[in-house]
């Protein structure tokens, strides 16, 4: 959530935010009337029981018709606090729901729009021209039908449309790219986690996934817990309720996870192979900071995953996400996207996020700094997304004969193979 005080102080760089998101800007003047009832009502009842406290200590001393007359006002104004009392709630308690249907301040220098609004930062790596090699290029569904690592029929007769098994050298690929960003992020200083799948409520609606991305989140009602769509949640759910002592910063995760997610807006859309599923594998970076450290730990996050995207060989552009695509509680956003020949087109491999502030109001995350306590910043990255970075390998490094060169990274991680090689049917 943001800082209520800005919000008082700047309502209209609030209303800016709303509307370059495509969001409700109305809400801003009903949080704004909201606040000031829960704090006039605040002030109200403060001075309703500094008034009763102050009648209790005459009664003692009175007597007679002078008593009655103070234990009939103390009655009146029991009821009178009792009200203020509910009042104040009621109003705490709106303000704090609209505060929560607030997404985080879009940081000033990003692109206004919707999704095709994005601006190009960078592009690395080549295309490959395979018209000029001889040969069409397979896309990935076909290639790993051949390599003997994907199986999505099977994974639909066991679990439905958009599930699916790795198999063979498929199962063999993913672990390799698990351990070799792993072995990139312990590298650069990250502590290793392995994280729950599955998350309390407040857990989940602290990081932010509960407002415009609820649609899709799977929840178990029995339990009323939640499966995480992404490792970010437990991750900053970590430090939940904790104050972090200023010298401990920045601490720096790196969390394995499975990750789900019900994809509820993608009728249609990348039916076809892994590239969108309902299951999959993710290695993410998550940091936390002080305020003023945000946006330079938001640019190493990017280098890390431009590291590793070059590390893999594959070509790849880095844009700047628009204001109305933007997650509730990402300030900033940076996408990398990489080449997918047989679609033509650059698609979202990895993203990193500033969250400014935004989670850890929320969660009550917080920094002492000279005894000093406020909240922190909260920073993610995917490293790594195992399905669709298997895709990207799988099209880019093929070979005219069904195989595929494995990038020089991976081969430690898979007994030093240089290449995945079609199975004999």
């Given at each position: 959530m943001i800082d209520l005080r800005l919000l008082r102080e700047d309502p209209d760089r609030v209303r800016a935010s709303q509307r370059a998101r495509g969001e409700d800007v109305a809400l801003v003047d009903s949080l704004l009337s909201a606040d000031e009832r829960r704090r006039s009502s605040g002030v109200r009842f403060d001075e309703l029981r500094a008034e009763q406290k102050a009648l209790g200590k005459l009664i003692p001393k009175a007597s007679g018709d002078e008593k009655?007359?103070?234990?009939?006002?103390?009655?009146?104004?029991?009821?009178?606090?009792?009200?203020?009392?509910?009042?104040?709630?009621?109003?705490?308690?709106?303000?704090?729901?609209?505060?929560?249907?607030?997404?985080?301040?879009?940081?000033?220098?990003?692109?206004?729009?919707?999704?095709?609004?994005?601006?190009?930062l960078e592009t690395h790596g080549t295309v490959r021209d395979f018209g000029a090699e001889g040969f069409e290029p397979k896309d990935h569904l076909e290639l790993g039908q051949i390599l003997g690592a994907i199986d999505?029929?099977?994974?639909?007769?066991?679990?439905?449309?958009?599930?699916?098994?790795?198999?063979?050298?498929?199962?063999?690929?993913?672990?390799?790219?698990?351990?070799?960003?792993?072995?990139?992020?312990?590298?650069?200083?990250?502590?290793?986690?392995?994280?729950?799948?599955?998350?309390?409520?407040?857990?989940?609606?602290?990081?932010?996934?509960?407002?415009?991305?609820?649609?899709?989140?799977?929840?178990?009602?029995?339990?009323?817990?939640?499966?995480?769509?992404?490792?970010e949640?437990?991750?900053?759910?970590?430090?939940?309720?904790?104050?972090?002592?200023?010298?401990?910063?920045?601490?720096?995760?790196?969390?394995?996870?499975?990750?789900?997610?019900?994809?509820?807006?993608?009728?249609?859309?990348?039916?076809?192979?892994?590239?969108?599923v309902h299951q999959f594998d993710k290695v993410e970076m998550f940091s936390y900071v002080t305020p003023e450290e945000s946006q330079a730990e938001h640019q190493r996050l990017l280098e890390w995953e431009k590291q590793w995207l070059t590390s893999l060989e594959l070509p790849f552009r880095v844009i700047d996400v628009a204001s109305a695509d933007l997650g509730s509680s990402?300030?900033?956003?940076?996408?990398?996207?990489?080449?997918?020949?047989?679609?033509?087109?650059?698609?979202?491999?990895?993203?990193?996020?500033?969250?400014?502030?935004?989670?850890?109001?929320?969660?009550?995350?917080?920094?002492?700094?000279?005894?000093?306590?406020?909240?922190?910043?909260?920073?993610?990255?995917?490293?790594?997304?195992?399905?669709?970075?298997?895709?990207?390998?799988?099209?880019?490094?093929?070979?005219?004969?069904g195989s595929v060169r494995v990038p020089e990274v991976l081969r430690p991680y898979l007994g030093g193979r240089e290449l995945l090689e079609p199975v004999a049917k």
């Open positions: 009655a007359e103070l234990l009939k006002k103390a009655g009146e104004l029991a009821t009178a606090v009792k009200a203020a009392d509910a009042e104040r709630d009621a109003a705490d308690a709106e303000t704090q729901e609209l505060l929560l249907q607030l997404s985080n301040l879009v940081h000033p220098d990003v692109p206004v729009g919707g999704e095709e609004d994005f601006v190009t999505v029929e099977r994974g639909a007769k066991v679990s439905g449309s958009r599930f699916y098994f790795l198999t063979g050298v498929g199962a063999l690929l993913e672990l390799a790219l698990v351990n070799a960003a792993i072995a990139q992020a312990t590298a650069a200083g990250f502590t290793p986690m392995l994280t729950p799948a599955l998350v309390r409520p407040q857990s989940m609606a602290g990081t932010g996934f509960l407002g415009q991305a609820a649609q899709d989140v799977y929840h178990l009602d029995k339990d009323d817990l939640y499966l995480v769509g992404t490792s949640v437990p991750l900053a759910a970590y430090h939940m309720d904790e104050i972090i002592e200023a010298d401990r910063l920045p601490l720096r995760y790196a969390g394995f996870s499975p990750c789900f997610r019900r994809e509820a807006g993608s009728h249609g859309k990348d039916t076809r192979g892994i590239f969108r990402a300030a900033r956003k940076y996408d990398c996207e990489a080449w997918i020949p047989t679609q033509g087109k650059y698609r979202e491999l990895t993203s990193t996020s500033d969250c400014t502030e935004f989670q850890s109001r929320r969660l009550q995350i917080r920094v002492r700094e000279d005894k000093k306590v406020r909240p922190l910043a909260t920073l993610n990255g995917t490293l790594c997304a195992v399905p669709r970075t298997i895709v990207a390998i799988l099209e880019n490094h093929q070979q005219a004969d």
